[in-house]
């Protein structure tokens, strides 16, 4: 059977409706598959893959299907790879997590101020399974200055009771903005050790990425940090400087030394770039078609966000990051995926993180290497982080069942993934035709709301 057969079974022999969960079989078998495990750069062809209970069970080319399991077939042409994982979002909607979902997301990590009513109602409903989505990971965001509208705190003492405050409430991580004192981020580092909540985040101005990472610094959130606070400790934003080349090795080493994750959020530096100082490409922006799946007031946000205000060329900057973060991918530094969407124009929930992929593989890391960013690594940043926390990333037995099925080998093509034939989440499994009813269901609910009356 061809892909014109696996398409109209996936798009049209399946009966759960998109919006919740519904009780689905114990077991679920994948017959026929072409396996891209992740721990390798490598296709399993013909396998079976046996998913019970929301994870993994066993792989292999002749695997017995129990008789009560559904049955998936991939007919010899589809793929199966991991999930993909967003490490660096603001979304902080049901709706938003449906559009990852669509996207073939299956993990985020939420980076900061999210609501209370999302971190106490939404995220658990989706993360035990009751409602669709990728499993959430979050950040308490803390900084010194109420500058830019951050939780602040001005003394070690405060540090210390936020982090405490922070793991009561369910966050597994502290994320650290630029206006922390140096004591204070020392206290939330050292109390982050000790209740086991790491500190992740950006570059602290008074620090330094370097002091920040020697002293347990576990993951820097954007790769272009190290333009602010170690190869020219320029201005967020600042265009008027040049970073050195030669320093790459040494920051390299750096990141090593420490064991650190970096985010290469190459896409969400070029977006800003785009639209830096020029009002028409944010219009651009809000007239793409996934913005019909945004909510007014995102839209709104995105027209008032004045990156369009500044003047200036970020284009030195982007080069420069181009060749760092392909420098770190080919030095075997740990690079996690992450977009900072809703919040910037021009990155929409789930389509952002395919384009990162697409700027990943444009600065020249192969498409294994991009990938793993968006899938293995991920996984070893929330192993190493959170003991006992479900692996994920890989298709290997024991890890979360999170799974994309695509027409094409993603090694070959990452265009693939952005057109999912499939996606299962924790074990739950969403045929293309339930992926886009929650589309159609996010877009049917925005248009009715700002329909005129």
Known sequence: MGL????????????????TPQPQPTITAFVSVNVLPMDSDRVLSGQTVLVENGKISAIGPKLAVPKNARVIDGHSSAFLSPGLADMHTHADTADDMKLYLANGVTSVLNMGEASYGFMAQVRPAINEGKKPGPHIYASFLVDGSPRYGHFTVTTPDEARSIVRLARTNGYEFIKVYNNLSPECFQALVDEGRRQHVPVVGHGVTSVGIERQLDAGQLMVAHAEEFLYTYFAHAKEGQTDFAADPARIPAAIALI?????????DLNTYATIARQWGKPDVVDGFLRQPEVRYLSPDRRI???????????GDLGANLEFLKRFTKDMSDAGVPLITGTDAPTIPGLAPGYSLHDDLHALEDAGLTRYQALSAATRTPGELIRRSLPGAEPFGTITPGSRADLVLSAKNPLDDLSTLRKPLGVMAKGNWYAAVDLQSLLDDIARKYDQAIAPR
């Not at 966000?305 to 500044?310: F, K, L, P, Q, V």
């Open 301 to 311: 946000k995105w027209k008032e966000a004045g990156y369009d205000t500044h003047k």
């Open 256 to 264: 090593q030394r420490n064991k650190a994750f970096v985010t290469a």
């Open 4 to 19: 014109v057969s696996i398409l109209f079974t996936l798009l049209f022999c399946t009966s759960a409706p998109a919006q």
